[in-house]
């Protein structure tokens, strides 16, 4: 089993919907979470760090679950610009430095 | 002016060369690191230091060896590259090795 887990989509999204996707991460220990958002042939960019009481980020919601161990990312009011690759990164404490990525959930926001 | 930089973007080679790949970056970061992301974009760690310091050092061939001379530097030199070795390769940094990592603009690999 992958130790970071996502759909990888695509989600298809007419513009000025609602989407959410989840990633489940496998170890317990895991301490940090965020959400990484990839152009294509661009790098990674941090899109939100996840925090253990949910935060949001303008139109960007992101929840942690930890009984469940999952993490969720919502986007209101899709723009065009939202059309990326939504990376999920978990790290444990016993590997501090090693940031571990799902495969990524591709979101397309259509016109 | 760019925080995560590397160098170069674009690298074609043939089998059984040797080539490097430079990182810096200018954020004050201790920690860096190198990923690689294959053609199914799956982004996998390879190489971490801290304080040039190696910390993390996956089951990568011993035919990648990192190299930090600096904490804002940390080069990969690849020797008898081959096919399998064409990726995009991501050189990253963080404040310490728990915070969020900035990531520089690739370096596509292309072994022919």
């Known amino acids: 089993r992958k130790e970071v887990e996502q759909d990888p989509g695509p989600f298809n999204v007419p513009e000025g919907a609602t989407v959410a996707f989840n990633c489940t991460y496998s170890?317990?220990?895991?301490?940090?979470f965020f959400w990484y958002r990839q152009d294509c042939r661009k790098e990674p960019k941090l899109l939100m760090s996840?925090?253990?009481s949910g935060n949001e980020d303008g139109r960007f919601t992101a929840q942690l679950n930890r009984a469940s161990q999952y993490i969720s990312l919502l986007i209101r009011d899709s723009k065009l610009s939202d059309s990326a690759t939504y990376l999920c990164?978990?790290?444990?404490?016993?590997?501090?430095?090693?940031?571990?990525f799902g495969a990524g959930t591709q979101v397309v926001v259509t016109p | 002016d760019t925080a995560v930089s590397q160098t170069p973007k674009y690298l074609v080679t043939q089998m059984g060369n040797d080539k490097s790949i430079k990182c810096e970056q200018n954020?004050?970061?201790?920690?860096m690191y190198w990923y690689k992301q294959d053609s199914k974009k799956f982004l996998k760690i390879m190489f971490s230091?801290?304080?040039?310091?190696?910390?993390i050092n996956e089951t990568v061939p011993n035919r990648f060896s990192p190299k930090s001379p600096d904490k804002a530097h940390l080069n990969l030199h690849i020797n008898s590259l081959e096919l399998g070795d064409s990726a995009v390769y991501f050189c990253?940094?963080?404040?310490?090795?728990?915070?969020?990592?900035?990531f520089g603009q690739g370096t596509r690999l292309t072994v022919v």
């Open positions: 996840v925090y253990s």
């Open positions: 954020l004050g970061h201790d920690t």
């Open positions: 990253a940094s963080s404040r310490r090795a728990m915070g969020e990592a900035f």
């Open positions: 170890n317990s220990a895991s301490q940090s």
């Open positions: 230091y801290n304080n040039k310091e190696l910390i």
């Open positions: 990164v978990v790290m444990t404490t016993d590997s501090w430095g090693k940031f571990q």
